[in-house]
């Protein structure tokens, strides 16, 4: 089993703490979403994790060992960070093929990684006449060269198009199904909700949450309920006895805040009010990601002084 | 992990860039093409030297090797490839030293091999007045432009991996070749025939007079690269990819 062990990580460029004493883990088995806006950190926490940036202090290690450690790396750990990475003169197979033998991967892998990510017909072309999209799946396809039982993806998702989109969110989640630990940063909620089981998320490169997703969402947004009915006047008065606070939304829609449609569903049957609509209103991961970030807004402007440890 | 296949992996890399072959093919062109042009000056010098008329080319020529040492390690600076790199290949000391192999073993074999195309088309050109050149001068001429020209790419590369840049570093080196080695160079004597390229071309003269000779001139162009190569493993090494 390989994690990923961040201890007290922690990475300043001059004057500016970019990786601010972060600890955290992921462990194999599920997708962990890696969030946070542009610049908190995603990413020179993943290039210290590869040993391609030397940390200030603290340690990242992959299955307990440092990355320089590793022996054929591209078999323990592998990572998609920039797309343009390779070379625009140089065909997709030929790319590839230059990773794999200094790994001593055979080629038959790098025909494979081709098919997976569905760039066989277009191997042999220039990375130049690339599009961005068709780069990122080059980059994804030198990601899985060597079968690795990690995967680390920074902004996997960058240019592709919708179909591309759907590719990588089942990819990873199948990854994640064989037992491999897959670390993807993103900065697009929706997408990020779409595939990951477990949330890290990083503001100004600290650790804002290290959580399961739907734990992070339920903490976060309260559940609601929306109910249409023939007698609106009646459903408010029937559910303000209960403790229920609604609004009328649109289309005579009422939304119910802190409820569940079974608790609302009940009520309304009880007092033989006609339901024509009753649906939950499940909190999004936008929603909740929001609210953290809103609460960290507020906690930075209460004090003046950076909120560090001693 | 081992050697080879980081050397293979960077063989690989030089082989599958056309301009890096196509920069190859351009110094064995570039220098025998010079050095028939030398051959056809005639005008009466004192001090002609036939050996070096034939490897007149080199002095340009080694423009196409340096910027094949240069781009060699500056395709490494774009878009990231490095991270890529480092990132299959962590340890940087080994890597660096499979890519200057990688890029030093090519240019010595096609150096080689524009010594031999140099010295049979300028003694084809110079016809009589090469007469006085012996064998012995002429295979010394051939193995010391190979080792030159390896060695000014390697110099090359250092100083692209300590720039990060190819740009900068034939900005740096080709008006220094073209320019300064040409007008300082004249001044013999002086410090001036320790420079890079001066040292490394006493192997291609018939006969020399200041304090290097053709062997003690490679070795000090050879500490120029050695130095250079020093200082790029120790950028690479040391600072963030």
């Known amino acids: 089993m390989t994690s990923i062990d961040v201890q007290d990580l922690t990475k300043e460029y001059g004057a500016t703490r970019a990786v601010d004493r972060l600890t955290f883990s992921v462990v194999p088995g599920r997708v962990t979403g890696f969030l946070g806006p542009n610049g908190a950190g995603k990413s020179t926490t993943m290039r210290l994790v590869l040993g391609l940036d030397r940390p200030?202090?603290?340690?990242?290690?992959?299955?307990?060992?440092?990355?320089?450690?590793?022996?054929?790396?591209?078999?323990?750990?592998?990572?998609?960070?920039?797309?343009q990475a390779a070379h625009g003169s140089r065909t997709a197979r030929d790319h590839l093929r230059v990773l794999a033998a200094s790994n001593r991967l055979p080629e038959r892998r790098v025909d494979e990684v081709l098919e997976e990510a569905g760039l066989a017909s277009v191997a042999r072309r220039r990375v130049r006449t690339y599009s961005l999209g068709m780069r990122q799946r080059l980059g994804i396809a030198a990601a899985l060269l060597g079968d690795p039982p990690v995967v680390l993806l920074d902004e996997p998702?960058?240019?592709?198009?919708?179909?591309?989109?759907?590719?990588?969110?089942?990819?990873?989640?199948?990854?994640?199904?064989?037992?491999?630990?897959?670390?993807?940063?993103?900065?697009?909620?929706?997408?990020?909700?779409?595939?990951?089981?477990?949330?890290?998320?990083?503001?100004?490169?600290?650790?804002?949450a290290d959580t399961p997703m739907q734990e992070f969402i339920h903490a976060r947004v309260d559940p609601r309920v929306r109910v249409r009915t023939t007698d609106g006047a009646a459903l408010r008065d029937l559910l303000a006895r209960h403790g229920y606070d609604a609004v009328e939304g649109?289309?005579?829609?009422?939304?119910?805040?802190?409820?569940?449609?079974?608790?609302?569903?009940?009520?309304?049957?009880?007092?033989?009010l006609p339901i024509l609509e009753l649906a939950a209103q499940e909190g999004t991961l936008e929603q909740a990601y929001l609210d953290l970030t809103a609460t960290e807004a507020e906690f930075a402007a209460q004090s003046p002084t950076q909120p560090q440890e001693a | 992990m081992p050697f080879a296949p980081v050397l293979h992996s960077e063989w690989l890399k030089i082989r599958t860039l056309?301009?890096?072959?196509?920069?190859?093919?351009?110094?064995?062109?570039?220098?025998?093409?010079?050095?028939?042009?030398?051959?056809?000056?005639?005008?009466?010098?004192?001090?002609?030297?036939?050996?070096?008329?034939?490897?007149?080319?080199?002095?340009?020529?080694?423009?196409?090797?340096?910027t094949f040492g240069a781009q060699a390690v500056s395709a490494e600076f774009q878009g990231g490839a490095l991270r890529v790199s480092l990132s299959a290949v962590p340890h940087r000391g080994?890597?660096?030293?499979?890519?200057?192999?990688?890029?030093?073993?090519?240019?010595?074999?096609?150096?080689?091999?524009?010594?031999?195309?140099?010295?049979?088309?300028?003694?084809?050109?110079?016809?009589?007045?090469?007469?006085?050149?012996?064998?012995?001068?002429?295979?010394?001429?051939?193995?010391?432009?190979?080792?030159?020209?390896?060695l000014m790419a390697l110099f090359a590369a250092g100083l692209?991996?300590?720039?990060?840049?190819?740009v900068a570093t034939l900005s740096i080196l080709i008006p220094f070749l073209l320019i300064v080695s040409f007008v300082v160079g004249d001044v013999s004597g002086s410090a001036a025939d320790f420079l890079p390229d001066k040292a490394g071309q006493v192997a291609l003269h018939e006969t020399w007079g200041g304090a290097l000779g053709p062997w003690t001139g490679l070795a000090v162009t050879a500490v120029w690269a050695g130095a250079a190569l020093l200082a790029g493993a120790w950028s690479v090494r040391r600072r963030d990819a």
């Open chain 2, 18 to 66: 056309r301009s890096l072959v196509a920069g190859l093919g351009a110094l064995v062109l570039v220098t025998a093409a010079f050095s028939a042009l030398a051959g056809l000056d005639n005008s009466a010098d004192a001090d002609f030297d036939p050996l070096f008329s034939a490897f007149f080319g080199v002095s340009f020529g080694q423009i196409a090797a340096i």
């Open chain 2, 94 to 150: 080994r890597w660096f030293a499979a890519k200057a192999t990688a890029i030093g073993v090519p240019v010595l074999a096609v150096g080689l091999l524009t010594g031999c195309v140099s010295l049979a088309v300028g003694k084809a050109v110079l016809g009589e007045r090469a007469s006085g050149m012996s064998w012995g001068e002429g295979l010394r001429g051939v193995v010391g432009c190979g080792i030159y020209l390896a």
């Open chain 1, 56 to 83: 200030t202090s603290g340690t990242a290690t992959l299955g307990g060992r440092a990355y320089a450690t590793l022996d054929e790396p591209l078999r323990h750990v592998g990572a998609l960070l920039d797309a």
């Open chain 2, 160 to 166: 692209a991996m300590l720039l990060r840049s190819g």
């Open chain 1, 157 to 208: 998702s960058n240019g592709l198009d919708p179909e591309g989109i759907i590719w990588i969110r089942e990819l990873m989640r199948r990854l994640a199904r064989e037992g491999r630990t897959v670390l993807v940063s993103s900065h697009l909620m929706n997408e990020t909700a779409s595939f990951a089981d477990h949330l890290v998320v990083l503001g100004r490169g600290r650790l804002l």
């Open chain 1, 250 to 272: 649109e289309g005579e829609r009422w939304i119910v805040s802190h409820a569940r449609v079974d608790d609302i569903g009940r009520l309304t049957s009880g007092a033989g």
